[in-house]
């Protein structure tokens, strides 16, 4: 059973910041983009960040600046620093990755999600 784990979300003031974890677990033979989405109350979905396996990132224009997508390919972790947060930042986070687990084929994960709220 694959499964993406976020953690590090929580409560900060404007101008905060924050770093968010994506750990992938169970039976993966490889994992492709790995990448941060979020969704704001009454908003859809929207891409944050992506990272390719060698480290090609790919940011939201609304993020470029502050926020830093990485990656660690021996832990199978997601990582985004966000810095400068601004109360539009608030949403809950979705990690997101294109995964191959041992049962064959490239799937479409994601995790469960982590608040992150941003308030004075």
């Known amino acids: 059973q694959v499964q993406l784990v976020e953690s590090g979300g929580g409560l900060v003031q404007p101008g905060g910041s924050l770093t968010l974890s994506c750990a992938a677990s169970?039976?993966?033979?490889?994992?492709?983009?790995m990448g941060w989405y979020r969704q704001a109350p009454g908003n859809q979905r929207e891409l944050v960040a992506t990272i390719a396996p060698g480290g090609n990132t790919n940011y939201a224009d609304s993020v470029k600046g502050r926020f830093t997508i990485s990656r660690d390919n021996v832990k199978l972790t997601a990582y985004l620093q966000m810095n400068s947060l601004k109360l539009d930042d608030t949403a809950v986070y979705y990690c997101n990755a294109d995964i191959f687990p041992n049962r064959g084929g490239w799937y479409d994960y994601w995790g469960q999600g982590t608040q992150v709220t941003v308030s004075s």
């Open positions: 169970g039976s993966i033979v490889g994992i492709r983009r």
